[in-house]
């Protein structure tokens, strides 16, 4: 019964802590997105696709962010070629909280877990702005590539880098731990 009872509260803590994340997300989203005649992404949306320029920039590519007129997205244009496109979805926010909300479901001390979501979520964010740095170079260089580059490549490194930091969780520095 004690491993049900368990399993229940994990389930509640993510999930709260999940839809809360979310709820909170989406208003700031509400407010910070447009779309109609003028078209503009969120703060952070247009942050990531900045960063990105600025990661490819330092490489030495001729690389530039543009709002995409018809659509919530940023364009990034490398060397005078539009080669990929950064979405709400690519702004590694909604991972981010997915994190967090394991974090917290499986939490440890809350200086821990406070401390390891912070610098979890920062892990995240920096690695995110690698992959889509890494993969406008890998489109730009093999646009016949970009399927398996987007949809299976790059997808498996935030995803892996999330796992990864989960398992150091929950073997570090949860009340789980062995």
């Not at 962010?65 to 990034?76: G, N, P, R, Y």
């Amino acid at each position: 019964m004690k491993k049900h009872k368990n399993v229940i509260i994990f389930l509640l803590k993510f999930f709260v802590t999940y839809f809360i994340l979310v709820s909170i997300y989406n208003g700031y989203l509400q407010k910070s997105q447009q779309k109609g005649d003028v078209y503009k992404t969120s703060t952070i949306t247009s942050l990531v696709a900045d960063q990105t320029v600025q990661t490819l920039s330092l490489l030495n590519y001729n690389v530039k962010a543009e709002q995409h007129d018809k659509e919530l997205s940023v364009k990034l244009i490398i060397e005078g070629k539009y080669t990929a496109r950064v979405i709400e979805g690519c702004n590694s926010i909604s991972l981010i909280i997915l994190f967090i909300a394991f974090i917290v479901a499986f939490a440890g001390s809350i200086k821990a877990t406070l401390l390891y979501s912070i610098f979890g979520s920062l892990l995240i964010y920096v690695i995110n702005i690698l992959r889509i740095s890494f993969l406008t170079v890998m489109i730009y260089k093999y646009p016949t590539k970009t399927e398996i580059l987007h949809g299976l490549i790059f997808p498996a490194i935030i995803y892996g880098t999330i796992f990864l930091l989960w398992v150091i969780w929950v073997n570090k520095f949860s009340n789980y731990k062995k």
